[in-house]
């Protein structure tokens, strides 16, 4: 089995883009565009690593990584958070939140990829598809 990543972010291209380029790597991915949702997600199936944006509408992505952390049932799971916020101040309320790492935007998808590997181990890339 595959690990499954779980890629939470209110911008719906970016999802895409990262979940496209993650299948490839051959991860299983699923995704949400909100901290709400992606809560929910956690409890539908496990995942192996979260890649949490800050910045969303409603619950933001600091709050979202404290929940999941408060949770017994998911607290181990590693936590990417990702913003364009990058001061000191917003690296330490993610760190604090219990993020495991930390990645500013924009963020290419080989240095996503090596983070990820970093937490997972490299898998067998997906097959091309004709």
Request: hydrophobic share 50%.
């Amino acid at each position: 089995m595959r690990p499954r990543v779980l890629v939470v972010d209110d911008d719906p291209r970016l999802l895409q883009i990262i979940e496209m380029y993650l299948r490839l790597e051959g991860y299983e991915v699923t995704t949400a565009e909100t901290g709400e949702d992606a809560l929910l997600r956690l409890t539908q199936q496990p995942v192996a690593l979260v890649i949490l944006d800050i910045m969303m509408p409603g619950m933001d992505g600091v709050e979202a990584c404290r929940r999941i952390r408060a949770d017994p049932a998911t607290s181990a799971i590693p936590i990417v958070m990702c913003s364009a916020l990058s001061a000191d101040e917003d690296v330490r309320r993610a760190r604090d939140a219990g993020a495991s790492h930390m990645i500013c935007k924009p963020f290419n998808l080989v240095g996503l990829g090596a983070v990820v590997r970093s937490f997972l181990g490299a898998v067998e890339p997906a097959a091309a598809e004709v």
